[in-house]
């Protein structure tokens, strides 16, 4: 583990704290039990992501009560799967998943978070022109490798699969669309977006 900066008593009152920043999120529960937190790992015990990487929501959660701000540049932070098992078990309501995903967001204002979802950018296009996600373009080659042709001929005939199935169109009204769009522009996620296609550009 890292080597976790110690502050002054001055330093903690010029500064917010990490755990402050992520209570005051707008993302966080209001009942979001990060100070409440003993440290008992039930968190980890249930976690497959710590089962297959390095990924530790207790060690987590306990550098952000040590306000290492380090944690917003390390790799681990992106292998959480959001199951939220973590926010399941947890004994005094405190949610490491919910936290993963505020440490993310803070990742992502930086150059190192940015390139760690470019690959997503097709759902990022997708979600602004159709209001609806899709598997990233740059995953199907992999998922078809995991998988076989089937997912590969899923990935790149899904409209005529589905025309085929009689299924109903998988777009929301134009009008709702326009709606999405407006309220993507408005929250400032186009321009994150378009923010994140300038670095894709300069690879």
Same mark, same amino acid.
């Given at each position: ?28 529960? %209001? ?16 976690? %497959? ?41 947890? %004994? ?43 598997? %990233? ?67």
């Amino acid at each position: 583990m890292k080597e976790v900066k110690k502050y002054s008593i001055d330093d903690l009152e010029d500064n917010k704290l990490l755990c402050d920043e992520i209570l005051d999120d707008i993302k966080a529960s %209001p009942d979001l039990g990060l100070l409440r937190c003993v440290q008992c790992g039930m968190c980890a015990s249930t976690c %497959p992501a710590a089962r297959n990487s390095e990924y530790d929501p207790r060690v987590m959660i306990k550098r952000v009560l040590d306000n290492d701000q380090t944690i917003l540049t390390d790799d681990f932070i992106w292998n959480c799967f959001y199951c939220y098992n973590c926010h399941s078990i947890c %004994p005094v309501g405190n949610s490491a998943c919910e936290i993963n995903q505020i440490l993310r967001q803070k990742a992502i204002e930086t150059k190192e978070g940015k390139e760690k979802i470019v690959s997503f950018i097709s759902f990022a296009d997708s979600y602004i022109s159709t209001g609806l996600g899709v598997i %990233p373009k740059e995953y199907c080659e992999t998922l078809s490798d995991d998988y076989g042709n089937q997912w590969d001929d899923l990935c790149h005939n899904l409209d005529e699969i589905r025309d085929d199935l009689d299924l109903e169109s998988r777009f929301l009204l134009p009008e709702a669309t326009n709606e999405i769009s407006k309220v993507l522009n408005a929250i400032g996620f186009t321009k994150r977006v378009d923010n994140i296609k300038k670095l894709k550009d300069e690879k």
